[in-house]
């Protein structure tokens, strides 16, 4: 008998009307346990640094030193400078370019097994299972805005501090939907298959590399620069940049990220569905 998953046409045009359905439900349910998921993620926060004796002063510390070795491939040994910055300046330039690949990168490591590794608890809890992924995304951006006000701080008594600040709502709300999209679709998938986390760990590090963190989008040359296009976390650091710095690569315009958010919506309601149609597999798992 063949998998009816493989004929498409059989099943493609009632796609629309299943990911609204099932978002529908997700959302509300979502918002039933608002209260629940920011007292769970509030706990987790807390649980995740308990035991050490700088707490989660270890998150900015990891930024710290990620910071100082960018700081000292690209200043030292590549002699990378960005217009018009001085040195000071340009490490606050690699800065605002780390803080949304280290908080991506820390969702999506820890999202990824979020499922595989509770499923005695996705057995038994009332709590709905579909936001257990959101709990570790929460978790890892409370991490993050360790960082950012770390920053923020460096900021205060350099040029940088400006009217530009007001858009950092809008990188973070970008954030959220891009790396929930992500987080869903990849937990369930690595409970049908463990092997996800592997290549997504080594998918994170790729990404580290080709992502614009210590160098302008503007200095690439023509010929890869669409390798650097194509890759999502490209436009949440100049989304970040801007609002941090207020400087932008002229390779992606201010509508970008509307077009980026628009995409994103997109897809967490697609990863939302197909997450919530493979929930009845996962107690199958062990």
């Known amino acids: 008998m063949k998998i009816a998953v493989l004929k498409p046409w059989l099943w493609i045009h009632k796609a629309p009307r299943l990911i609204l359905r099932e978002n529908a439900l997700l959302w ?13 993620a509030r706990v987790d926060f807390h649980k995740k640094y308990s035991g050490s004796v700088l707490g989660a002063l270890w998150y900015p510390l ?11 491939v690209y200043m030292v040994i590549f002699k990378q400078r960005y217009a018009d910055f001085g040195k000071f300046e340009y490490v606050l330039f690699i800065f605002s370019g780390m803080i949304p690949y280290l908080g991506f990168s820390d969702a999506i490591a820890t999202g990824t097994t979020s499922i595989k590794s509770n499923i005695a608890i996705v057995k038994n809890t009332i709590f709905p299972v579909e936001l257990i992924p ?27 501090l400006g009217l530009h600040l007001l ?6 709300i970008l954030l959220f939907l891009f790396s929930i999209s992500v987080i869903w679709f990849v937990s369930a998938i690595a409970v049908l298959i463990p092997d996800t986390s592997y290549l997504i760990n080594l998918m994170l590090l790729f ?15 023509e010929t890869a620069r669409p390798l650097l296009l194509a ?3 490209t436009y949440l650091i100049e989304s970040f940049r801007f609002a941090l710095l207020g400087v932008r690569s002229a390779s992606v315009p201010l ?22 149609r493979l929930m009845p597999l996962f107690s199958d798992y062990e």
């Not at 509300?28 to 769970?40: D, G, Y």
């Not at 990404?207 to 040359?221: H, T």
């Not at 509307?258 to 197909?274: H, K, Q, R, T």
């Open 207 to 221: 990404f580290m590399f080709i992502s614009p963190i210590g160098f302008s989008l503007d200095n690439v040359p």
């Open 134 to 160: 959101v709990k570790h995304l929460l978790v890892s951006l409370a991490g993050l805005s360790i960082s950012l006000i770390i920053l923020l701080m460096l900021l205060a008594p350099t040029k940088f």
């Open 62 to 72: 990891y930024s710290s030193l990620l910071l100082s070795m960018y700081s000292f």
């Open 28 to 40: 509300r349910r979502a918002w039933i346990s608002r209260r629940t998921l920011l007292a769970v």
């Open 255 to 276: 509508w970008c990220d509307a077009a980026f958010g628009f995409a994103s919506l997109i897809c967490a309601c697609i990863s939302g569905a197909f997450f919530r």
């Open 231 to 233: 890759n999502p976390m």
């Open 167 to 172: 858009y950092l709502p809008i990188p973070m």
